[in-house]
């Protein structure tokens, strides 16, 4: 089974726009993705900048429900939103998406999507590393979408 992640702002390898960047308005890109595996009770989105240092993590989103099959643009910056899902702590130390921001030289953002057989147990300020524990053993699929950005 082929579990794909896309996104209609940019394609795939090609420089994320101003618009989902410190330089524009900081919102979240829009996602679309293909039927997940059987037995998918819930996605988890991760972007990370592999560039930086010591990798960069801009954006932790989980207990995205399993007949969900998109992430809309320009998601609210709250720990809990109204559909049930749920977003974590980032390297800027903030909840929801923080768009690429003053990296040196051209950097690489992949965003991940993890199709899981399980929810999430969540608590406030979730970080990447919270999840990855939790989620070992139960990833069905892994899809990834990278762009780029330079100043």
């Known amino acids: 089974m082929d579990f794909k992640l896309i996104s209609s702002a940019f394609k795939y390898g090609e ?3 101003v618009k989902y960047t410190c330089k524009g308005e900081n919102v979240s ?3 679309q993705w293909t039927a997940p595996p059987e037995n998918t009770k819930s996605y988890i989105m991760i972007a990370e900048d592999v560039d930086a240092q010591f990798g960069w993590i801009h954006w932790v989103f989980y207990n995205i429900k399993a ?3 998109e992430i809309e643009e ?3 910056k709250e720990y809990e939103l109204n559909d049930g899902s749920c977003q974590g702590f980032t390297d800027f130390r903030e909840v929801g998406y923080t768009g690429p921001c003053k990296p040196n030289g ?3 953002y992949y965003f991940r999507l993890y199709a899981i057989d399980t929810t999430l147990k969540s608590h406030l300020n979730m970080t990447k590393e919270d999840i990855m524990r939790q989620i070992r053993g139960h990833v069905l699929a892994t ?3 990278m762009g780029t950005f330079a100043i």
Do not use: D, G, L
Request: hydrophobic content about 20%; cysteine-free.
């Open 15 to 17: 420089p994320i726009p």
């Open 29 to 31: 890109p829009p996602f």
């Open 67 to 69: 007949k969900v099959r």
């Open 74 to 76: 320009n998601r609210p």
């Open 106 to 108: 051209t950097h690489k």
């Open 143 to 145: 899809a990834e979408y």
